[in-house]
């Protein structure tokens, strides 16, 4: 004798398209012959038998098998609490319900094999999330939602599983499927929290390490297998699984960092970093295709930033990526570190150890858009639920990639959740934000009629607008000392000044400008550069707009461009010496500096993701000597205040003459605080040295050179002024003083007032 359930209900649970599981299986309360009571149901396809363990009484009651396909079901009385069973109150009704849902009862089975398991009723298990977590995702400011949703490990009345909870409210069903279950999704049907559109299930057994997918039901009736959005880590691509994950177990050692970074000025302290493509930096044996695991890239990098006095590494896109050739940034594994270089715990690993020896990390991270691969986000549930439904908003022209929908609350919350996400549970120290223009312009990349004005008529995309001040704000208040910068190549206002004060809240912004004049102007013959003087000094008319980082980034050595070196003009030795003078002028004008690898040392080629830096060119004095100048304009940034602590303000820059085309120099002081040394800088872009250059000081006495590009150890001709220049006590350039310096061909020399 069993209780009504109808066979179609059945029929479409046993073929995986029952659209409400938690409607038939685990407890509901019956009247059973005129007696309330509870019919617990189970799905068991591999049982043999199977029992009903009461948890009033101990006993076991034997469950009857009421479909052939493995439809168990028992009828317990003793569940049900008798005076809440009869009541026809509301409110009582509500907590006999209540009762039932969080009865401790379990299942037992006997399988085709005789093996007797024991387990909860994944139906019966309360819900991970609480009405608070409800009221927080109905907000869309569930800041930790990465708590909640994904694969939880989860401890069940002494039962050991994961929780699976994944957002998809179009769907029809949603199925977990992996390891623990043998992919059969009929097993693990999930329930919906209606007002939410968040499926979940506890999965009892399921452990650390099982592969896993979400197998959704779409609205026009098809299935797919979907990656989990908050997977925490992933197989290693082209296989596509999320993998099961504890982030929560390592035990760090960087509380040292960590109070330092909270108590940092980041707009006065030395930033000087280091562009790094984890893939390709170096390669070495035992993983796929030479890639190197976390712990022995963490090892080889603090070393080698340690020794070239970078103070952070920027890395670019860590999260999982199917296509390799995409460099990160068609991300979609947004929470999971890829799988290329080792586990979630090895990426720990590797920011505790660059910690650990005083250097910072930065993640690039891609808002902007994401790829199309089927099992990732674009229609995850059938419908455009994390992209835009129409291709003029939702879809990216130039990338073949979708755009999310920054006006949705749930998509927000995604990219918020996952930005704090990083610095939470990787301790980040920052985030370069890719593509911020094409976040900010409607229209970017498109001609007329292939884009939606904003409400107002406008171009600017308020949505994104909105997210970007709601992601800087939440970044900046929770963590101190974390900074934000943003590739953003337009003229927008504000994009580095404080939410309050209506900017978008970026620490800094990377400042394309000045990279695009200076390249235009190095690669000029020196002989034509007097007619191209403004390319240089047309970037301190704007430089203190805004926060300024300056980048020569990978961006400007692929796709045909060539190296750094390779654009340089002129002869072997002059190619050198312009880029020597192209770093010296780079780290002594205002503004953080970024440089991408291989840069460091001259690379020739340029950069391939599957091959990377040619170390080998380090045989040669010549690339020995670019390495050992940029160390040194490493160190000579981090240990001048002058050229760090004011690179935002106008008090911090000083021109003492912009104005010698014909002679293509320039000459200006960098400042710091009170107290602080100037710097005085004089560069010569011609290969002529100019002897008895007279510059005007505002001190007299003895300036001494600190820095010099052209010296023999860089792979120059050693013309210099050392040790320094003592003041004529007779002005010039409008200064009180004046000194009288030899300029070095195609360099940079550098002078500190000493006391």
């Not at 309360?29 to 591999?46: K, N, W």
């Not at 002058?642 to 003459?657: K, P, T, V, Y």
Request: net charge negative; glycine share 8%; charged share 20%.
């Amino acid at each position: 004798m069993h209780t009504q359930v109808s066979l179609s209900s059945i029929s479409k649970l046993i073929n995986g398209t029952h659209e409400n599981p938690s409607g038939l299986l685990g407890p509901h309360p019956i009247d059973y012959r005129g007696t309330a009571a509870t019919a617990v149901r189970s799905f068991l396809p591999e049982a043999q038998a199977a029992w009903v363990i009461d948890p009033q009484n101990g006993e076991r009651r034997a469950m009857r098998r009421i479909h052939p396909a493995g439809f168990f079901e028992a009828i317990c009385d003793s569940m049900v609490d008798a005076t809440l069973a009869k009541s026809q109150d509301a409110q009582q009704n509500h907590q006999r319900l209540h009762t039932i849902a969080n009865s401790k009862y379990r299942i037992q089975m006997t399988n085709k094999s005789g093996e007797t398991i024991e387990m909860n009723d994944p139906y019966a298990v309360p819900s991970i999330l609480t009405d608070f977590d409800n009221y927080l995702i109905g907000q869309g400011k569930h800041y930790e939602l990465y708590e909640r949703l994904g694969a939880q490990l989860r401890t069940v009345d002494g039962t050991p599983g994961v929780n699976f909870a994944v957002w998809a409210p179009n769907a029809r069903s949603v199925q977990v499927v992996g390891d623990f279950n043998g992919w059969d999704g009929r097993k693990h049907v999930a329930r919906i929290h209606p007002n939410l559109g968040i499926w979940e299930l506890f999965v009892p057994g399921a452990k650390v390490g099982d592969r896993y997918k979400f197998r959704v039901h779409s609205t026009d009736g098809s299935w797919v297998d979907k990656s989990d959005p908050y997977g925490l880590a992933a197989e290693l691509p082209p296989l596509t699984a999320s993998i099961v994950a504890n982030v929560n177990s390592y035990q760090w050692s960087d509380s040292k960092w960590i109070d330092r970074r909270n108590d940092w000025n980041p707009l006065h302290e030395p930033m000087n970093v280091y562009e790094v493509h984890l893939g390709s930096w170096q390669k070495g044996p035992g993983r796929k295709h030479g890639w190197l695991d976390y712990r022995d890239l963490a090892r080889r990098l603090a070393e080698y930033c340690h020794r070239m006095n970078f103070t952070h590494v920027e890395l670019m896109p860590v999260s999982e990526h199917p296509f390799t050739g995409s460099w990160g940034y068609q991300t979609v594994g947004y929470f999971a570190p890829t799988s290329r270089h080792g586990s979630p715990e090895d990426f720990m690993f590797f920011v505790d150890y660059m910690h650990q020896h005083g250097i910072g990390v930065l993640i690039d991270w891609v808002p902007a858009h994401f790829p199309k691969d089927a099992h990732g986000l674009r229609r995850f549930d059938g419908s455009p639920l994390y992209e835009h439904a129409d291709p003029r908003q939702g879809e990216h022209p130039d990338w073949g990639t979708m755009i999310f929908n920054f006006g949705r609350n749930e998509v927000r919350n995604f990219l918020v959740a996952n930005a704090l996400f990083w610095l939470d549970k990787y301790h980040i120290d920052g985030l370069r934000v890719d593509a911020v223009a094409s976040m900010l312009y409607l229209d970017y990349s498109r001609e007329d009629g292939q884009w939606i004005p904003n409400q107002y008529g406008g171009r600017e995309n308020l949505e994104a607008i909105d997210f970007l001040r709601e992601f800087n704000t939440a970044i900046h208040e929770k963590y101190p000392g974390v900074v934000t910068a943003a590739e953003e190549s337009t003229a927008w206002p504000g994009v580095s000044r404080p939410v309050d004060d209506g900017g978008l809240g970026f620490t800094y912004k990377w400042n394309m400008g000045w990279m695009n004049d200076t390249l235009s102007y190095m690669h000029n013959e020196p002989i034509h550069r007097k007619y191209h003087q403004n390319e240089l000094t047309f970037s301190l008319i704007y430089a203190f707009t805004e926060n300024f980082m300056l980048p020569l980034s990978h961006d400007e050595v692929v796709h045909g461009k060539g190296s750094l070196i390779s654009q340089m003009p002129g002869d072997m030795w002059q190619k050198f010496a312009n880029l020597r003078l192209l770093y010296s002028y780079m780290w002594t004008h205002p503004g953080k500096k970024l440089l991408f690898m291989g840069g460091e040392f001259a690379q020739w080629s340029e950069w391939n993701h599957d091959d990377g830096p040619d170390w080998i060119l380090l045989d040669f004095a010549t690339h020995r000597g670019v390495q050992q100048l940029v160390a040194d304009l490493n160190k000579v940034v981090i240990e001048n205040p002058a050229l760090h602590q004011l690179d935002f303000s106008g008090d911090g820059f000083e021109w003492i003459d912009c104005m010698n085309a014909d002679e293509s120099t320039l000459v200006y002081l960098r400042k710091g605080l009170d107290g602080t040394p100037p710097i005085l800088v004089c560069s010569n872009f011609t290969p002529v040295v100019r002897k008895g250059y007279r510059v005007g000081v505002p001190a007299s006495g003895f300036w001494k050179e600190i820095f010099n590009s052209d010296g023999e150890a860089y792979g120059g001709s050693n013309v210099g002024n050392y040790p320094g220049r003592e003041t004529f006590g007779e002005g010039h350039h409008d200064r009180p003083d004046s000194i009288s310096v030899d300029l070095p061909p195609l360099a940079t020399v550098m002078f500190r007032l000493e006391e």
